[in-house]
């Protein structure tokens, strides 16, 4: 059993976070360090990210083992306790307006991220108490921390203390060399990612001849559709229902018997699908999903 307790202390846009690891038979190991913040609940985010970071940088083996992280923080304590992270994967991180799911996004994302690599099933959260001797310890250092000069980005002060010895300096250690920290840390926010996918107009009207194809004769046949997990469908839904048609073009590639297969545009064909919208606006083309958007993002280039 590994147990994890955090804090962050927040003001004047810096926090100082702090985590302490005990584990059954092991010294305690405490780490700090400080970094810029805009909120409170970034840095009580953060101090739990900085604790997951060190667990997969020292090689740990975590296999078999059950974590317990305990944080003041109720809002975390509910989100991973009821998985909520997963319902944001699904809608990739934003509303129907745009807007993140969550303040803060971009470290909540993180730190979801991280719980998946090490096992959502692996790790527990809980609530502190103020009494309990351990809290007390990492708000201690997380105050001591912010306080510090700024430390070099994602380098954490470790100490080390045997049974209830006070703790000594250990090292300085830098995560971010990790290789699966690093792939985390620089993975692309879906919300970022999308926003770029949705400015993407690959019409150009006049270099494209459209055909109006029956709904029910367009299926999906592409890895990269039937493997997808995920779609924002943005206000797709509303405006179908407003208006029953789709306004932008599908792309589809011919197939025997009058068929055809999805190339691009598969969120307007589901909500062509679901609102029963007979007919769709559509572009015929010989190419793949990929060599359809690689060639209309060249022209799209050369028409800007």
Not at 80 to 91: A, E, L, R, T, V
Not at 225 to 247: D, M, Q, V
Request: glycine letters at 4%; one cysteine or more; hydrophobic letters at 35%.
């Amino acid at each position: 059993m590994i147990k994890i307790y955090t804090d962050g202390s927040f003001k004047k846009n810096k926090a100082g976070i702090s985590f302490l690891i005990i584990i059954d038979d092991r010294n305690k190991i405490l780490g700090y360090t400080n970094l810029k913040c805009k909120k409170n609940i970034q840095a009580e985010l953060q101090a739990i990210i900085h604790a997951l970071q060190y667990l997969i940088n020292v090689d740990m083996s975590l296999e078999n083992q059950k974590i317990e992280i305990v944080t003041d923080e109720n809002s975390i304590v509910e989100v991973f306790g009821s998985q909520k992270y997963k319902i944001w994967d699904s809608c990739q991180w934003e509303k129907e307006n745009g807007g993140t799911v969550i303040k803060c996004a971009r470290e909540w994302f993180i730190l979801s991220c991280f719980v998946k690599k090490i096992g959502d099933m692996t790790i527990r959260f809980s609530k502190t108490s103020k009494r309990d001797s351990q809290n007390k310890v990492v708000h201690g250092y997380a105050n001591y921390a912010r306080k510090l000069q700024f430390c070099k980005k994602n380098s954490i002060h470790i100490m080390e203390a045997e049974n209830d010895e006070d703790f000594v300096f250990k090292e300085i250690v830098n995560t971010s060399e990790n290789r699966e920290v690093k792939e985390i840390l620089s993975m692309k926010r879906p919300w970022k990612s999308n926003k770029n996918k949705a400015d993407f107009k690959w019409y150009i009207e006049g270099q494209h001849e459209i055909v109006y194809i029956d709904t029910h004769d367009i299926i999906i046949t592409e890895e990269i559709h039937l493997n997808c997990n995920s779609l924002n469908f943005g206000t797709l839904f509303r405006t179908a229902a407003e208006s029953h048609e789709i306004s932008y073009p599908i792309a589809v590639k011919p197939l025997e018997y009058g068929k055809y297969a999805l190339v691009a545009g598969i969120t307007r064909l589901i909500t062509a699908k679901i609102f029963d919208i007979p007919r769709v606006p559509c572009v015929i083309t010989d190419f793949s999903n990929e060599e359809f958007l690689k060639q209309n993002l060249v022209n799209v280039g050369k028409n800007n």
